[in-house]
């Protein structure tokens, strides 16, 4: 045997003889006394509990209460010294909660209201000496206007609330829905529930509060050049053929003027069905089918075109400021979609977009 080989058995040997020591000395102390001398021995001395406290109770206490002592002596991070911030030393615009969801009563224009299930978004605006906030209390906030019937005075009050309870100088509300609307057909008589996706929004930076209403109007758009070309094969070679049409998308953002009267939510799809009238169907017989095809021929639309017909009823309804519309026509020819973004006024002006911006404009029915 070498004189290395011989060196590692007499070291394995030693370290045997000292496991053996420190079992021995273990057995006859306390779990305390031997985390004391080293917490790390736990991992060699598997048999014995080692925790430097007493054993915890492990059935939940069906019977606790608590009172303003024991909550004070509760621990809060969030509201904790400007010490305990990780990160630089900045202001962050909005920091809050999104997408918590609860039921809504919303006004009709016709009178009487709807209950609908809404995804809430609220944040506030945190200075940069501020660790967090307590962002349960934006919904506790909120739903003490829960069992109201909304509408932006109600929403601006919740806002102004959760600012004075989390101490901040900024805010914002956006409350997502989809609010039905009962469209009739082109001729046949019968009459279905089309679903809008709308979502209010109420910002106040700076003591300024702008009201904004976001809307998706989905809407057929036959290609002019396709049509062209249909009829071109058609009465020069008697060659049947159909222009291409697409389902396709509008996001229409319009921000609010508040002297003015109220602007409903079907009013602004009334702006949206006069500029491209080629809203989808919802109820359609033969009769109706062969009505709208004959519609899209009437109103052959590019991208464009969508977004200036839009802009034109928009820009002469006086109770509307700033807007921006954002559409997209999601080919049938080809394997892309086409875009386009016009704007109105400072508020919805950007020299960037989110990359997926238009990917969100998917309508799945």
């Known amino acids: 045997m070498n004189t290395d080989m011989q060196k590692t058995l007499l070291s394995r040997d030693q370290a045997k003889a000292a496991l053996e020591t420190l079992r021995e000395w273990a057995a006859h102390v306390s779990p305390v006394e031997v985390a004391e001398l080293d917490p790390a021995i736990g991992r060699l001395l598997p048999e014995r509990a080692l ?4 054993a915890l109770a492990r059935a939940y206490p069906e019977e606790f209460t608590t009172d303003d002592a024991y909550r004070a ?61 307590n962002m349960s209390r ?9 069992e109201s019937v909304f509408s932006f005075d109600v929403i601006e009050a919740a806002l102004a609330d959760y600012k004075t309870d989390l101490e901040s100088f900024d ?17 046949s008589g019968l009459a279905g529930y089309q679903y809008y996706n709308i979502a209010l929004e109420l910002v106040e930076t700076a003591g300024k509060v702008v009201k904004i209403i976001h809307l998706d109007y989905v809407y057929s758009s036959t290609c002019p050049c396709s049509l062209e070309l249909s009829e071109h094969a058609r009465q ?32 602004l799809i009334d702006l949206c069905r006069a500029a491209v009238p ?88």
């Open 138 to 146: 934006i919904m506790r906030t909120f739903y003490k206007y829960a």
């Open 278 to 365: 080629t809203e989808t169907q919802v109820m359609v017989k033969r009769e109706d089918e062969q009505a709208f095809a004959e519609l899209n021929a009437a109103n052959p639309i590019f991208v464009e075109d969508a977004a200036r017909l839009f802009s034109e009823q928009l820009q002469n309804d006086e109770r509307i400021l700033d807007y921006r519309i954002v559409a997209s026509h999601q080919e049938s020819l080809h394997s892309h979609d086409a875009v386009s973004v016009l704007t109105e006024g400072q508020t919805f002006a950007a020299q960037s977009f989110d990359p997926k911006l238009f990917s969100t404009l998917f309508h799945v029915g």
């Open 73 to 133: 002596t509760l621990p809060d991070l969030q509201n904790g010294p400007e010490s305990l911030i990780r990160g630089s030393r900045r202001p962050i615009q909005h920091v809050g909660i999104s997408n918590f969801r609860l039921p809504i009563r919303f006004q009709a224009r016709a009178g009487g209201d709807l209950a609908l299930e809404t995804s809430v978004t609220g944040t506030v605006s945190l200075e940069a000496g501020k660790k967090g906030i």
């Open 51 to 54: 925790e430097n406290y007493p």
């Open 236 to 267: 020069t070679r008697h060659q049947l053929a159909t222009p291409h049409s697409q389902r396709s998308v509008a996001r229409i953002s319009v921000l609010l003027n508040s002297e003015k009267p109220r602007l409903w939510f079907e009013d």
């Open 171 to 187: 805010a914002r509300i956006q409350m997502a829905f989809s609010f039905p609307v009962k469209n009739k057909s082109l001729r």
